[in-house]
Each structure stands twice: as C-alpha cells, then as structure tokens.
C-alpha cells in the first residue's frame, strides 16, 4: 500500500479568496480553486466589456455582419480551448442565422467550400492573430485577406479576434463553468 501523506500547510502569508473561487468538481473529478478574475476585478472585467462593445460597433460599421463575427469567435475559442466560450457563441451563431453544418466542420474550415473567400480570409487572419508565432503565415493571411477585405474590414477582424482572445483566457483561467443538459 503507498505511504499517505499530509497535505502541505498553505502558506499564511499567500493571499486568498474563498468567497469568489469555483469549488464545482472539474472535468476528472477534483475540486477547483479558481478565482473567477471578472468577479474579483470587476473595473478591470468591466473595460473588457467595453472594449469588446467598441469592437461590435466598430465590426458592424465596417460591414462585418454577425454571422462572420460569431465564426471568427468561435474559430478562436476552438484554438485556445474555452468550452464556455464555445458554448456561448455557438449558440450566438445559431440565433444569428449560421447553420449547424458548418459550425461543424469550423475547425476544418480550409477542407471545405462551405465558407466564402471573405470568411476564409477572416478565419486565416484570426488564427494568425491568436497564435502569431508563424511570420510566414501571418504574411499569407495578411496577403489573402487583402485581396478580399477593406482595411476597415481587416482591423476589425483583428480587433474582434483580440477581443475574444481576452475573453477566453478569462474564462480559462477562472474555469467558468459550461452549464447545461448532458447528452441522454
């Protein structure tokens, strides 16, 4: 039988919040001590949302409609891994007209012709926007996008996607909880 041990003391001097943490069980079982960082720091929560009201505005006065925002949300969410930002904008696509296929297959958007040359220039420049380690890809996406969208239309594309970016590391790092009805 393997040797218990004790759990190590807390260190006194660490500091802590026990009112605003996520104690729900995680996805293998064990208990999150998360702080939720929206609720800890709400002035700071609270620019994000202005911020990313700026950027909606900023995206429809260039002529980004909503489908093409909620697929670029979504296309970032799926490449950094926030389930609770998935869920949210996956159900915003659907109320704004998208269809199931293709939120299906957005993570293979590149295999399909189900997307235009606009989306697809939008996509290629938020992937690079949300991992711009690749010089070389960020020039392709940049390259494509001008082909097929205004500078308007490309900054608030990247806007959207810095946007959201922020919003899904929040969302990670507190483990804010995806909340619904599991599969029967």
Known sequence: MAEETAAPK???AAPRSFTLSDTTAGPVGTRGTRVFIDKQSPKAYHALVETSE??????ADAG??????ELINLRVSQINGCAYCLSLHTKAALRVGETTQRLGVLAAWRDTELFTSRE???LALAEVTTD???????????DAARQVLTDDEISAVIWVAVTINAFNRVSIMSKH????????
Request: hydrophobic letters at 50%; proline letters at 8%.
């Open 132 to 142: 711009p380690a690749d010089a070389t890809a960020q020039e392709h996406a940049y």
């Open 64 to 69: 980004l409609d909503r489908v093409l925002v």
């Open 120 to 122: 697809r220039a939008a």
């Open 54 to 59: 700026a950027v909606r505005a900023v995206a």
């Open 177 to 184: 909880p995806v909340r619904g009805i599991p599969h029967q």
């Open 10 to 12: 807390a260190d006194a």
